[in-house]
């Protein structure tokens, strides 16, 4: 736990992303989409989506999983929608451009739909609702991934842990963005506590027999639960529905792990729906009224163990704000798994600070 | 606890809502709509949204809070948008005709969305998406509702229950119905506790100081909170940016109480989505990817406790066809009252049964 931290500066995180994917073939518009993506993770605080992950993309790269060179194909079933086959390539890249054909269609016809097969795990699903936010837009981002809980009653994993992102522009206060996962907590949660030999809340997680556990262990060697129980659960299963049964992509346990199958391909799916805000008033009066709702939620009167109300997204945005400043904390294991990466690419780590940035001397 | 249970036939408590709205002035059509849907959900199993609320519409109806005769005015800012302002009508037949107009727009571009304002509280929400179903629609429906808990981190009521609706035809196991509440748990619940002196467990509600607790008296006079936690709390938030802030409704709390506040109509705002699922493949194969995706999520290897894996809305419509045959069970103190309300419109309450309809002699 005494592992030292080192601190990047975001724009050369970007720029040795940008090279090492450029490496594995990835045209250098597109390198640069999912180095910047990562990094945008690492800024709002989910490491687990960050930087960190060059090296399980590589992998798949090498491994023939992720095309990097995709033709991804758009046609058009509807005036409003779009169906597009990513042609096996990363997630990320494919997934922006989805997005951006649904924020087109909505600009001229109000609501813009694409569904997306043949994609690849497209990391932290804000980024695609921030990009719609960034023109304007509300939005909504479906995706699957691969098994990582059982359906609800079952024991044996089904659904993905799939996050689910909805975004709103705000205004003074700033974007609604909400971003989270189906399971009630992320697995390497679970794997701390056991490391540590530690117990664990009744209600995350059932052993490999099927029943409720405290026991981390045994929970790490079991099935993680939904957020919400059964709710959360029937929420799953819709994501499963849009972004996999309609799209045409792999569903219901098919999507390959990002992490374990080098099989081939995953064949993720995406549903992206972007929504013009002024369909029902002017645009101001949209902003204006988003003001109002986050402004009240946030003076209201707060709980026993809550200094500030914060908005979904809020969190995050602000830990952005502070990483933009301190630079990004990079753990040593995930440093020194970067340098291995970049020497197989023959691109260095550039340097990093023992201290944030913006510490006083 | 002893109250006894009536069971009445479907038809002829359908017919007796259908009288009693009649005197309240609904059109004989629009009459039927609200009867029909209030049975439906008895039907269902939840009584809490059926012919037990036939009196506090009614109410609402005599204090001028219902319009019972609305002009729901329909404009398109898109050709794939709508927009409707409900004129205080009653939220079934506002939301019928709301989710007709999605379902014609889908059946035409693919996707249509409608954005309702003025409308007033509509059941149980699976009963639109139940509609999209039967035109063969994928669909979302989207509502707010009175405050019922707080924005997270707050200790006041904020957010409504405002449930949650999405559906999708299935095949032979049926179709996928959600529809789910804000809350972890129902208020209802959490009195019944009260009323026994029964603690709770931690994590449904706060006391009237924002402190999590056991005392489901002091839960009751303190605020619920939201399924999942945070999660749940962020998808309250987006209940209201997409049912209140956008579509020109009531939103940040201000959308009145159907129970308690009786001062005017409660500008309730809802928004439906309706999706062909035609869209990227051919509707029997759509058919056949539900069919399998539900099938495997069924055949899973079962937790401890679990006899039989069920699909988001199998529950209820095992119930539904129960009750077809069983009849609807309404206890005494809605029988009463219901015996009491019909009165005032001079519409007798149809004779019940002491015992199921298909109990054995």
Chains 1, 2 share one sequence.
Not at 296 to 321: F, H, M, V, W, Y
Request: one cysteine or more; aromatic letters at 8%; charged letters at 20%.
């Amino acid at each position: 736990m005494a592992e030292p931290v080192h601190y990047f500066a975001p724009d050369a995180l970007v720029q040795f992303g940008t090279e090492v994917f450029k490496a594995y073939r990835l045209p250098a518009e597109d390198a640069a989409t999912v180095a910047r993506d990562l990094v945008a993770a690492d800024l709002r605080g989910l490491a687990s989506h960050g930087v960190a992950r060059i090296p399980i993309y590589c992998k798949r790269l090498r491994a023939g999983a992720i095309n990097p060179t995709p033709n991804i194909a758009i046609t058009h079933p509807t005036a409003v929608v779009a169906a597009i086959d990513g042609d096996d390539g990363i997630g990320f890249v494919v997934g922006h451009r989805a997005m951006a054909e649904a924020i087109e269609i909505a600009a001229q016809f109000g609501i813009g739909m694409v569904g997306i097969r043949r994609s690849t795990h497209y990391g932290m699903a804000a980024l695609y609702v921030m990009q719609a936010i960034d023109a304007g837009m509300v939005s909504m981002a479906f995706t699957n991934s691969s098994p990582a809980m059982p359906a609800w009653g079952g024991r044996t994993n089904f659904h993905g842990a799939a996050p689910l992102a909805v975004g709103a522009p705000g205004g003074r206060p700033g974007d609604y963005v909400l971003d989270l996962a189906m399971t009630v907590i992320a697995r390497g949660k679970i794997r701390l506590a056991a490391s540590r030999g530690e117990p664990i809340p009744l209600g995350l997680a059932l052993d490999n027999e099927g029943r409720p556990t405290t026991d981390a262990q045994a929970a790490f060697e079991g099935v993680l639960l939904p957020f919400g129980g059964v709710k959360g659960s029937a929420i799953a299963f819709m994501m499963d529905i849009f972004s996999g049964v309609l799209t045409g992509a792999a569903f219901g346990g098919e999507v390959k792990s990002l992490y374990f199958d080098f099989s081939g391909p995953q064949n993720v799916g995406h549903l992206f729906i972007a929504i013009r805000p002024d369909l029902f008033m002017p645009m101001q009066a949209y902003r204006d009224r988003m003001d109002e709702m986050i402004e009240r939620a946030k003076a209201a009167p707060r709980a026993a163990d809550c200094d500030e109300i914060l908005i979904p997204g809020e969190p995050e945005s602000r830990t952005a704000a502070a990483r933009a400043r301190s630079g990004i904390p990079v753990t040593g294991d995930v440093a020194r798994a970067l340098i291995d990466e970049g020497a197989q690419a023959k691109v260095a780590l550039p340097a990093s600070a023992a201290r944030p940035f913006d510490a006083g001397a």
